[in-house]
């Protein structure tokens, strides 16, 4: 069974760091892409991060580039996203998610979500 769990989720202020780590089990862990989102009230998930499969490449989305950077351990099956200079807008349900073919907005497994809250 193919099971994901987020971790490292909190409060933190405006200008502080979270690290999330998403644990994978039930798959090859190398052969799926996984993906970071999140979700703000009222919004549409927004996709931030990706790791590919096999070579493990890294993208970002605009909005977290340069701020945001996600990595793998792949003896522990865990892939963490390290979040620096958060701000308010920041403020969401993130999410990890894996597919077997590459990230995109409708991946096949996700996470139950962590809660990120920055406060201002």
């Known amino acids: 069974e193919v099971q994901l769990v987020e971790s490292g989720g909190g409060l933190v202020q405006a200008g502080g760091s979270l690290r999330l780590s998403c644990a994978a089990s039930?798959?090859?862990?190398?052969?799926?892409?996984i993906g970071w989102f999140r979700q703000a009230p009222g919004k549409e998930r927004e996709g931030l991060s990706c790791?590919?499969?096999?070579?493990?490449?890294?993208f970002y989305a605009g909005s977290v580039k340069g701020r945001f950077t996600v990595s793998s351990d792949n003896a522990k099956n865990t892939v963490y996203l390290q979040m620096n200079s958060l701000k308010p807008e920041d403020t969401a349900v993130y999410y990890c998610?894996?597919?077997?073919?590459?990230?995109?907005?409708?991946?096949?497994?996700w996470g139950q979500g962590t809660q990120v809250t920055v406060s201002s």
């Open positions: 039930g798959f090859t862990f190398d052969d799926y892409a």
């Open positions: 998610a894996a597919d077997s073919f590459s990230c995109h907005r409708n991946m096949a497994y």
């Open positions: 790791i590919s499969r096999n070579d493990r490449s890294t």
